[in-house]
């Protein structure tokens, strides 16, 4: 009897280890050792990179060495970690304001438009 309540408390930690963000995947591990610069309202579209997801509310892009974050202003309904991202590129830039879809695995219908907020460069 005393291992159910055992059970249930680990995982209730388990279960609220994502903390109060509501799931939020920040890029801790990709950001390890690097610093935040200046942001910036675009940044240039790399061959071959694109932005990646992390949570509802970021998204993460590589272009060599620099690691550009993008913390969006609102959480965009179905993103997570695994959507592919459908975006309306202008120029040969990402911006601030650029509106984009998730995708899911799967899927054939985006999701609701959301909006790319400011990118935040982290370097070593």
């Known amino acids: ?31 390890a050792g690097r610093i935040a610069g200046a942001e910036r309202d675009c940044v240039a579209m790399s061959s071959g990179a694109n932005l990646v997801p992390r949570g509802r509310r970021t998204l993460v892009y590589r272009d060599g060495d620099t ?9 965009c309904p179905g993103l997570d970690e695994m959507s592919q991202i459908l975006i309306e590129v202008h120029a040969s830039q990402y911006c601030r304001g650029d509106h984009f879809q998730a ?3 799967g899927q054939s219908v985006p999701g609701p438009v959301c909006v790319l907020g400011s990118f935040t460069p982290y370097r070593r």
């Open 1 to 31: 009897m005393r291992l159910l309540p055992l059970l249930l408390l680990s995982t209730a930690c388990v279960a609220t280890r994502a903390g109060p963000s509501g799931g939020e995947a920040e890029p801790q591990l990709e950001l």
């Open 103 to 105: 995708l899911d695995s």
């Open 67 to 75: 690691i550009w974050v993008n913390r969006l202003a609102a959480s």
